[in-house]
T-cell receptor, first 114, second 109 residues
Framework: DTGVSQDPRHKITKRGQNVTFRCDPI?????LYWYRQTLGQGPEFLTY????????KSRLLSDRFSAERPKGSFSTLEIQRTEQGDSAMYLC????????????FGSGTRLTVV | SQQGEEDPQALSIQEGENATMNCSYK?????LQWYRQNSGRGLVHLIL?????REKHSGRLRVTLDTSKKSSSLLITASRAADTASYFC?????????FGSGTKLNVKP
């Protein structure tokens, strides 16, 4: 499969627990993005990487959220001390970089905090 | 907000009819993209139009861009039931894209 893979597809967790999601981008794509989407809304930008460097983080990304892309390939998004308001679809996308290319999105990880 | 905002929020048409969705934005852009999302799935890139382009076609899709009015439109011709999905425009802002809330299109067979 040469698309963007996200794991797991679904995650149900109890409030206060930590969760980690993984994204495997298209191998030749040097840019990787994380978005969050709630029901009926468009995706909201969280953060993006150029290779292993995290270039920007949204104000939405509180200190409970951390993202890494250690070798410039796969990325992880960790949420510590989850809250019910964290329930959403977390989408990963990759691109060749620059503003002339579209994103390729993964299928997302749906997080439910109970 | 620098996000694109789509209009209408929801659109219901019969199969075979054309569907037009609009997007307005507030800032200068380098390009604008349209995406489709089926319920509960990831987004699929449909088309990208650069700021120096006025119209672009891809199969049954036609996108226009009017930078003076800061607006874009997506036309789907001869719609099919399989076109039922949410459609989002995304405007670029310093190497990342911001999405609107989308237009929910329902094509009735």
């Amino acid at each position: 499969d040469t698309g963007v893979s996200q794991d797991p597809r679904h995650k149900i967790t109890k409030r206060g627990q930590n969760v980690t999601f993984r994204c495997d981008p298209i191998s030749e794509h040097n840019r990787l993005y994380w978005y969050r989407q709630t029901l009926g809304q468009g995706p909201e930008f969280l953060t993006y990487f150029q290779n292993e460097a995290q270039l920007e983080k949204s104000r939405l990304l509180s200190d409970r959220f951390s993202a890494e892309r250690p070798k410039g390939s796969f990325s992880t998004l960790e949420i510590q001390r989850t809250e019910q308001g964290d329930s959403a679809m977390y989408l990963c996308a990759s691109s060749l970089g620059g503003i002339l290319y579209g994103y390729t999105f993964g299928s997302g990880t749906r997080l439910t905090v109970v | 907000s620098q996000q694109g905002e789509e209009d209408p929020q929801a659109l219901s048409i019969q199969e075979g009819e054309n569907a037009t969705m609009n997007c307005s934005y507030k800032t200068s852009i380098n390009n604008l993209q349209w995406y489709r999302q089926n319920s509960g799935r990831g987004l699929v890139h449909l088309i990208l139009i650069r700021s120096n382009e006025r119209e672009k076609h891809s199969g049954r899709l036609r996108v226009t861009l009017d930078t003076s009015k800061k607006s874009s439109s997506l036309l789907i011709t001869a719609s099919r039931a399989a076109d039922t999905a949410s459609y989002f425009c995304a405007v670029d802002n310093f190497n990342k894209f911001y999405f609107g809330s989308g237009t929910k299109l329902n094509v009735k067979p």
